[in-house]
C-alpha cells in the first residue's frame, strides 16, 4: 500500500520562495518524483531523488529523507506562471492529491 | 509535443454507452500508463502495460479494461457508462529515471482524452 500526504493548497507572492511538502508511507521505495500540472493540461517531469538529500534545478529544488518518509519542493523567485499543482509520486506510479499553488502579484 | 498520442481528445456520450480511448507510446517505451482525473481531484492511477503484459493494477472499476497491443499502442475501454465517468483521462509512457534504481521510472504524458457523460 501507499499512502500520499501533501498540503491541498498554498498561496505565495510573485518573487517569493514557496516549500511544498509531501510525506509518505510506501513499500519498495526507488526514489521520489515531483510533477507539475497547469490546470486542464498533462503532468509534467520536474525532479527525481533517489537518494537523501538536496537535488537543485534551476529556480526548483527538491529535497529528501528517505528515514523520515519525507520530501518537499523548493521553488524560488516565483512566478506567476509556476502557479499550477504540484503533485508528489513515491515510486513514481501512483500520485498523492497535489497541492494546488497560487501565485499571487 | 510529448510523443504521446491520445485519441480522442475530446468525447461526449450518454449514459450506458462504451467507448473506447487509444494511446500510442513514445517512440522507444514500452511501459504504458493509464490514469483517470475527475474534476478538480487527483491522478488516480488505473493500470499499467509493460511490452503487453499487465503490470500493475490500480483503482480501476470491473466495467474497465485495458490492452496493449503487439506495437505498443493502448486501448482503454469503458462500458456502461455513468455520470461520475466524466473526467479526463490521461495515458503516459515512461523511461527510466537517470541514476535511478531498476523500475524507477519518469513517466511522460499525452494530452489526455476528456470524457463527458450526460
Known amino acids: 500500500g501507499q499512502n500520499i500526504d501533501q498540503p491541498t493548497e498554498m498561496t505565495a507572492t510573485e518573487g517569493a520562495i514557496v516549500q511544498i511538502n509531501c510525506t509518505y508511507q510506501?513499500?519498495?521505495?526507488?526514489?521520489l518524483f515531483w510533477y507539475q500540472q497547469h490546470a486542464g493540461e498533462a503532468p509534467t517531469f520536474l525532479s527525481y531523488?533517489?537518494?537523501?538529500g538536496l537535488e537543485e534545478k534551476g529556480r526548483f529544488s527538491s529535497f529528501l529523507s528517505r528515514s523520515k518518509g519525507y520530501s518537499y519542493l523548493l521553488l524560488k523567485e516565483l512566478q506567476m506562471k509556476d502557479s499550477a499543482s504540484y503533485l508528489c509520486a513515491p515510486r513514481g506510479v501512483r500520485f498523492g492529491a497535489g497541492t494546488r499553488l497560487t501565485v499571487k502579484p | 509535443d510529448s510523443g504521446v498520442t491520445q485519441t480522442p481528445k475530446h468525447l461526449i456520450t450518454a449514459t450506458g454507452q462504451r467507448v473506447t480511448l487509444r494511446c500510442s507510446p513514445r517512440s522507444g517505451d514500452l511501459s504504458v500508463y493509464w490514469y483517470q482525473q475527475s474534476l478538480d481531484q487527483g491522478l488516480q492511477f488505473l493500470i499499467q502495460y509493460y511490452n503487453g503484459e499487465e503490470r500493475a493494477k490500480g483503482n480501476i472499476l470491473e466495467r474497465f479494461s485495458a490492452q496493449q497491443f503487439p506495437d505498443l499502442h493502448s486501448e482503454l475501454n469503458l462500458s456502461s457508462l455513468e455520470l461520475g465517468d466524466s473526467a479526463l483521462y490521461f495515458c503516459?509512457?515512461?523511461?527510466?529515471?537517470?541514476?535511478?534504481?531498476?523500475?524507477?521510472?519518469?513517466?511522460?504524458f499525452g494530452a489526455g482524452s476528456r470524457l463527458t457523460v450526460l
Open positions: 510506501t513499500s519498495g521505495f526507488n526514489g
Open positions: 531523488n533517489v537518494l537523501d
Open positions: 503516459a509512457s515512461s523511461a527510466p529515471a537517470s541514476g535511478g534504481p531498476s523500475g524507477a521510472n519518469v513517466l511522460t
